[in-house]
T-cell receptor, first 116, second 111 residues
Framework: AQKITQTQPGMFVQEKEAVTLDCTYD???????LFWYKQPSSGEMIFLIY??????QNATEGRYSLNFQKARKSANLVISASQLGDSAMYFC?????????????FGTGTQLKVEL | ETGVTQTPRHLVMGMTNKKSLKCEQH?????MYWYKQSAKKPLELMFV???????ENNSVPSRFSPECPNSSHLFLHLHTLQPEDSALYLC??????????FGQGTRLTVV
């Protein structure tokens, strides 16, 4: 079974609007971390935001926020006030505490296109 | 200077060639990783090194041979590759189990 599921292969949003990128995960570990990365066409994976499974509050980093719904096992990324430079591939990833805790499992990604 | 640097950025090699990918991190991290990113597939973890020791080999074919001489450097030696090995190879580093920081990748084409 897939551990990280991103059901939106592509998304469009108008500049200055907010957009939500979906991510659901599957784990039996009580302790885990969830990450979002941005990959522009240059190829580099840029870390955006992190949510720990025990964190009480949803993570926020500037225009990025993570809508963490633990019971639903979802960790959606919300980008507010979209900018043209936000156009990129976005990956959700999970780190589980088993296996040394150093493995990140990635989803298939969502291609976001910000339009004028 | 970026935190994680990969060279070369692009590589075209024949199936009989031997080449190496290099990764260097300037972040003082203790863990380094190789990932493979093929078109329309999730990133696949290939190898993990912690304090220069390999802790993960994700059933990677032996034509890929990693080397970690110290905590700052990671190599991926390539020999007798196949066209399906063409992909973006990403190196990453992290401190313990915190978020991983990635390089810009090497775009490999096997002809």
């Amino acid at each position: 079974a897939q551990k990280i599921t991103q059901t939106q292969p592509g998304m469009f949003v108008q500049e200055k609007e907010a957009v939500t990128l979906d991510c659901t995960y599957d784990t039996s570990d009580p302790s885990y971390g969830l990450f979002w990365y941005k990959q522009p066409s240059s190829g580099e994976m840029i870390f955006l935001i992190y949510q720990g499974s025990y964190d009480q509050q949803n993570a926020t980093e500037g225009r990025y926020s993570l809508n963490f719904q633990k019971a639903r096992k979802s960790a959606n990324l919300v980008i507010s006030a979209s900018q043209l430079g936000d156009s990129a591939m976005y990956f959700c990833a999970m780190r589980e505490s088993t296996g040394g805790g150093n493995k990140l499992t990635f989803g298939t990604g969502t291609q976001l296109k910000v339009e004028l | 200077e970026t935190g994680v640097t990969q060279t070369p950025r692009h590589l075209v090699m024949g199936m009989t060639n031997k080449k190496s990918l290099k990764c260097e991190q300037h972040l003082g991290h203790n863990a380094m990783y190789w990932y493979k990113q093929s078109a329309k597939k999730p990133l696949e973890l290939m190898f993990v090194y912690n304090f220069k020791e390999q802790t993960e080999n994700n059933s990677v074919p032996s034509r890929f041979s990693p080397e970690c001489p110290n905590s700052s450097h990671l190599f991926l030696h390539l020999h007798t590759l196949q066209p399906e090995d063409s992909a973006l190879y990403l190196c990453a580093s992290s401190q313990d189990s915190l978020s991983a920081f990635f390089g810009q990748g090497t775009r490999l084409t096997v002809v």
